[in-house]
């Protein structure tokens, strides 16, 4: 009785629990667990995952399913498994547990052979293909496999399931450690897409250069540091991201266009390669190092700037007291 109830506790902590960048979106649902899973069941792609910028709680799917096309951008997929691992535990239904597995296997078949993960899978020749931190889409689901490829038995998650998700995120951290882009011989942070074949950053949307993500690169060393027993190679690649964040933090802007000198430290979205210069781009995709300069459409509608650095340095100063 005691081992069963265990069993339940930990699937709803995990279900629960989410990486550092999605906890607003889930925090924010209401309703009837099981009336909500059987909407998120419709969604359900043929791959296995499913579509982003939808809510797949409120109502249910009602047309061609071959229309629905899986990503794990926006927390899409995981999103959704989290919750029907949640809807699982509280009402017992199977139906539940056969869809989070058929996304357990996508996310398996989704994982490029270098250990990163697409934007979306089946890959499309563009820049979804890149291995993609981007809105950490790759965190999201790195965190999620680790939750469930460690849990105390199999009745939720078989040990098969398990061992491959062990290794996948094994894998997975590997190809964060080789993405992590090197300047003067020093390691930085990262770019928010890298090429599945070499590694080398990558632009997203003709906005989105090539760069030093300090939105991405946040959540990235968010997840290293919450590995227990790092090996000296994770270790190396949180000390320099976040001697990086310390270097690059800005002062004396409280708003994009309002100099403050008593306003926080803040961190832009993206920075130059070799310079460490904030660096903007409008959707024609050229570069500026002023935000005023590029079009108000751009200017008002994407975070350039956001306190992405904090919560690194203030969990970073929480892992090296641990490591003591």
């Not at 995981?78 to 949640?86: C, D, F, G, I, S």
């Not at 996310?107 to 950490?136: E, M, V």
């Not at 990235?220 to 310390?246: F, H, N, Q, T």
């Amino acid at each position: 009785m005691i081992k069963k109830i265990i069993f339940w506790f930990v699937i709803v902590f995990m279900a629960i629990r989410q990486s550092p960048a999605m906890e607003e979106k889930l925090e924010a649902r209401a309703g009837s667990p099981r009336h909500e899973a059987d909407n998120i069941l419709t969604w359900q792609a043929e791959e296995g995952g499913w579509p982003k910028n939808v809510d797949t709680q409120k109502t249910a799917y009602a047309d061609d399913i071959r229309k629905l096309h899986a990503t794990f951008d926006n927390g899409a997929t995981v999103r959704e498994m989290r919750l029907l691992a949640k809807a699982f535990a509280e009402t017992g239904d199977k139906r539940y547990r056969q869809a989070f597995l058929r996304g357990f296997d996508y996310i398996l078949k989704a994982q490029y052979s270098c250990g990163g993960w697409p934007q979306s899978w089946p890959t499309k020749q563009d820049y979804t293909r890149h291995i993609t931190f981007n809105d950490n889409a790759m965190v999201n689901v790195m965190w999620l496999l680790r939750d469930y490829s460690n849990l105390p038995d199999e009745r939720f998650v078989d040990k098969k399931r398990q061992e491959a998700g062990r290794a996948a995120f094994a894998k997975g951290i590997d190809c964060i450690l080789k993405c992590q882009i090197k300047v003067n011989n020093k390691l930085t942070v990262w770019c928010a897409q890298h090429d599945e074949n070499d590694y080398s950053p990558q632009p997203g949307r003709s906005f989105e250069l090539v760069s030093l993500s300090g939105a991405e690169s946040a959540g990235i060393l968010k997840l290293l540091m919450s590995i227990k027993d790092p090996s000296p190679a994770i270790v190396e690649a949180i000390e320099g991201g976040v001697r990086w964040y310390e270097e690059t933090r800005i002062k004396g802007i409280r708003e994009v266009t309002v100099e403050d000198d008593n306003s926080p430290a803040i961190w832009a979205r993206f920075y130059e390669i070799g310079t460490n210069k904030p660096i903007f781009a409008g959707r024609d995709g050229v570069k500026k190092y002023k935000l005023s300069e590029i079009e108000a459409e751009r200017r008002n509608n994407y975070a350039w700037y956001g306190e992405w650095g904090k919560g690194v340095l203030e969990e970073y100063a929480r892992w090296k007291r641990l490591a003591r």
